[in-house]
């Protein structure tokens, strides 16, 4: 009888140990799931914010580069030329910018399209997955009146299509529109595009990589002498998204496409829009 109350007692233990075991296993498990876990989702963050970063980056130098390049080619003196011409006369792009709006403080349509051309190749390779917006503009100017002197915008189309409770987006036709904006409204005469409006647009889209350069322009006022005004050249590139229609539309920034803006040299005029 005792030998079997200690044979009893003796596998009483046996299975207490062994209940211990499991749950010090299970609680092992527990743990160990815990910290992969933490240590996946660690890793994964930290994947995201160094290709985040590496993102910005490149926006960030490219921008740079693609400035400079924009301020520092070159472009026949004759738009009908171009720099593989033998007979061409070549000239820096600014200096050609700034020798035009030194006529009369405006920059001719003729100019806008060498500007538009130069600046839409240099910027060709991106132009898929980036918007952009490149303008001149400029310094301490009032805030009632319009700082900009050009505006370049490169962005893509997009429809939203409702599904449900979400929406779709599907690439507009064409997926890319070029716009010349701030011209002048032909109820006013007045450029439309203040100068709070593109830093409201630059809000919405995100991250962005801008960088800017300081210009040295002429202005000469009839029967006086010619003054230098301070202004400076801006690009800012985004990837390429869904532009809000309440801070973006064409009549509020008076844009009009390149194509039809620039028709009008087919007939002979090469003055300001």
Known sequence: MQR???QRAQR????????AAITDALFFLVIITGLSSFLYFVANGYGNSVAAQLSRQFSMDYSTAALKTI???STPRNPNQNLYDPNAEIDHLLAFVKEDYADDAQIDLITQKVLYENVRDILAPIADSYDYVFYLAKSNVSSLDSPYLYVLMHFSKTTAVATGR???FTPGQPPHEDLICNVPLQATGEPPLKADMIS???NTVG??????????LMEQAPG?????VSAFAELILWQATMLDPEVFNYVDWGCKPVDDLFSSLATGSTGAP
């Open 4 to 6: 079997q109350r200690a």
């Open 200 to 202: 409201r647009l630059i």
């Open 12 to 19: 009483a233990e046996r299975g207490q140990r062994g209940q």
């Open 71 to 73: 301020l520092y080619s």
């Open 224 to 228: 006086e002498d010619p003054i230098q």
């Open 166 to 168: 979400t929406s779709k």
């Open 207 to 216: 991250d962005s990589a801008q960088s800017q350069g300081n210009l040295i």
